[in-house]
């Protein structure tokens, strides 16, 4: 199926003029979105609030790093407009396939199973132009919304340990309540910055948003906190700012820091991401993900406790 017909069938199945069959089919929607959620033991979000500072990167690597210790992981591309975590994989150009339990998604490097808007887009599809609405692959607001609950209602996750949600930046500041109203089971969210004084601006005010929306922020990662040689392996600052001031103001742990790293960073522009366990910036990633499950079991001791 071509792609534009695929975007139009999403939008026409989304689309009713009677407002009490919308009502229906929403209802009908979470539903199933629950049901493909209770075979998912941790469901985590992404997110910075500013663009720029890697934060695909840092979830999909997150996610390797979760699949590296044996876990089953998934990951859903919510960034709808400038889709990249497929390209990242190695699964650029690939699709959903359709069955009749639902779409099965593609997997990826150590077995991650993926889910993005890139897989719905040719490369002669723009990413934004200005078509109808009905084939135009920038979705606003409401219609942004449903294709979010599309994707978790429709995706055959199956059973996974962790799902990771790659949440819009900067603008799309509406995403993390909407997806932690889709999953009310959400454990956290785990938020990217660099140490730039203007990046940490936009990051506390995202930290405080969120945590108004009811979401549990679990801790800060600080991306390009420097640079790595790749020819000597030197690491030297980037930006000024101090991310560990910001995270004592907010009360919340500092993950971990990762360094911008060319050599890796190509790796992952050209779709064969580097899986050494033996790399240091790979090493860096798990050390965090150690500490996110350090907080996620600390939190079910707590639960079982109360």
């Given at each position: 199926m071509a792609a534009?017909?695929?975007l139009k069938s999403i939008l026409t199945k989304l689309q009713y003029s009677d407002d009490a069959k919308v009502v229906q089919q929403i209802t009908a929607q979470m539903k199933q979105v629950q049901a493909r959620m209770a075979g998912i033991k941790q469901k985590l979000v992404v997110m910075s609030g500013k663009g720029g500072v890697g934060k695909s990167?840092?979830?999909v690597n997150l996610a390797l790093a979760f699949a590296r210790q044996g876990a089953k992981v998934g990951l859903l591309d919510v960034d709808l407009n400038g889709p990249c975590v497929p390209r990242m994989m190695g699964l650029h150009g690939q699709s959903l396939r359709m069955t009749p339990e639902g779409a099965q998604p593609p997997v990826g490097p150590l077995g991650i199973k993926v889910a993005s808007m890139d897989f719905f887009l040719d490369d002669a599809s723009p990413v934004r132009w200005k078509g109808p609405m009905d084939l135009s692959p920038v979705w606003l607001g409401l219609m942004e919304m449903n294709v979010i609950r599309e994707f978790l209602a429709d995706v055959v996750w199956g059973e996974l340990d962790y799902l990771l949600a790659d949440l819009p930046p900067g603008a799309a500041a509406d995403k993390p309540?909407?997806?932690a109203g889709f999953i009310p089971d959400l454990a956290g969210a785990i938020v990217v910055t660099t140490p730039s004084e203007v990046a940490s601006d936009v990051v506390q005010k995202s930290v405080t948003y969120a945590r108004d929306m009811g979401i549990r922020v679990l801790g800060i990662?600080?991306?390009m906190s420097e640079y790595r040689c790749p020819s000597c392996g030197a690491e030297n600052e980037l930006f000024e700012g101090n991310t560990e001031a910001m995270c004592e103001v907010?009360?919340?742990?500092?993950l971990g820091r990762v360094p911008f790293d060319r050599k890796f960073a190509k790796t992952f522009d050209k779709g064969q991401p580097l899986l050494d366990p033996e790399y240091p910036t790979i090493q860096k990633y798990q050390d965090i993900?150690?500490?996110i499950q350090?907080?996620?079991?600390y939190?079910?001791?707590l639960a079982e406790k109360l």
């Open positions: 534009g017909k695929d990167m840092t979830t309540p909407v997806i990662v600080e991306n907010l009360d919340l742990p500092l993900v150690g500490r350090a907080l996620l079991d939190k079910k001791v």
